[in-house]
């Protein structure tokens, strides 16, 4: 009985730190520590501009693949968004060249949308109570609140490339409690068209969900996906 209880309570959460990875941390870190960046760095407004816009794009590309059917929102594309967001934090600390910046935080876009559409479709299935729903968005609030947070409390001692390896560190965390939100292994084709378009109906038969790179996946499903 208590682990019928604890468990619905620690879904949302997971749901949570998994948006705070993608929205909060992934995109918005950028957000404060951007002055530190230009300070240090001597840039114009012109790069840090550049580089935020790329981000967006990337965001862009990562809903819009799942929209077209392209990438499946499940449990592989989820999982590697999570550790590929991670990294993306901590690259940004190696070089202040403006290619390699926009081009890691292209990627970091992209994986920020990836994961935002694998949570916020199975929002409405993992949520047992009527705050669950609640609290796993709040995850993009809380995750905002930390960056800002971050910049405030180490920005005093801290460089610009420090801050982004604290916030990158704090990726980790969260996507380790992250990563277990439940989302299948495989999704069918009409679920990933209701996602998009929810007026449709899933009448169909889901072992009609075959996928062209199913194989491909299955590989690496075996080290993401245990």
Same mark, same amino acid.
């Given at each position: 009985?208590?682990?019928?209880?604890?468990?619905?309570?620690?879904?949302?959460?997971?749901?949570?730190?998994?948006?705070?990875?993608?929205?909060?941390?992934?995109?918005?870190?950028?957000?404060?520590?951007?002055?530190?960046?230009?300070?240090?760095?001597?840039? &114009?407004? =012109?790069?840090? $501009?550049?580089?935020?816009? +790329?981000?967006?794009? *990337?965001?862009?590309?990562?809903?819009?693949? %799942? !929209?077209?059917?392209?990438?499946?929102?499940?449990?592989?594309?989820?999982?590697?968004?999570?550790?590929?967001?991670?990294? &993306?934090? =901590?690259?940004? $600390?190696?070089?202040?060249? +403006?290619?390699?910046? *926009?081009?890691?935080?292209?990627?970091?876009? %992209? !994986?920020?949308?990836?994961?935002?559409?694998?949570?916020?479709?199975?929002?409405?299935?993992?949520?047992?109570?009527?705050?669950?729903?609640?609290?796993?968005?709040?995850?993009?609030?809380?995750?905002?609140?930390?960056?800002?947070?971050?910049?405030?409390?180490?920005?005093?001692?801290?460089?610009?490339?420090?801050?982004?390896?604290?916030?990158?560190?704090?990726?980790?965390?969260?996507?380790?409690?992250?990563?277990?939100?439940?989302?299948?292994?495989?999704?069918?084709?009409?679920?990933?068209?209701?996602?998009?378009?929810?007026?449709?109906?899933?009448?169909?038969?889901?072992?009609?969900?075959?996928?062209?790179?199913?194989?491909?996946?299955?590989?690496?499903?075996?080290?993401?996906?245990?």
């Amino acid at each position: 009985m208590p682990d019928s209880i604890a468990r619905p309570s620690l879904t949302p959460v997971r749901g949570a730190l998994g948006l705070s990875v993608a929205m909060g941390l992934g995109r918005f870190f950028y957000t404060p520590a951007l002055p530190l960046m230009v300070a240090a760095l001597h840039w &114009g407004s =012109a790069p840090g $501009a550049w580089i935020a816009t +790329l981000n967006y794009v *990337g965001y862009f590309v990562g809903t819009l693949v %799942i !929209a077209q059917g392209w990438v499946e929102p499940n449990r592989f594309v989820y999982r590697l968004s999570l550790i590929v967001s991670t990294l &993306g934090l =901590a690259a940004v $600390a190696l070089t202040p060249n +403006l290619i390699w910046q *926009g081009g890691i935080r292209t990627i970091a876009g %992209i !994986a920020s949308g990836l994961i935002f559409v694998c949570v916020t479709q199975r929002i409405p299935a993992n949520s047992r109570k009527p705050r669950d729903g609640g609290i796993s968005y709040g995850g993009v609030g809380f995750g905002i609140l930390v960056s800002g947070a971050i910049v405030l409390a180490a920005g005093s001692f801290a460089d610009w490339r420090q801050l982004w390896l604290i916030c990158a560190a704090m990726s980790a965390i969260f996507s380790i409690i992250a990563w277990t939100w439940p989302i299948p292994t495989r999704v069918s084709q009409n679920i990933t068209a209701e996602a998009v378009d929810p007026t449709k109906t899933n009448t169909d038969d889901p072992a009609e969900a075959a996928t062209p790179f199913a194989a491909n996946r299955r590989r690496a499903m075996a080290i993401l996906s245990t």
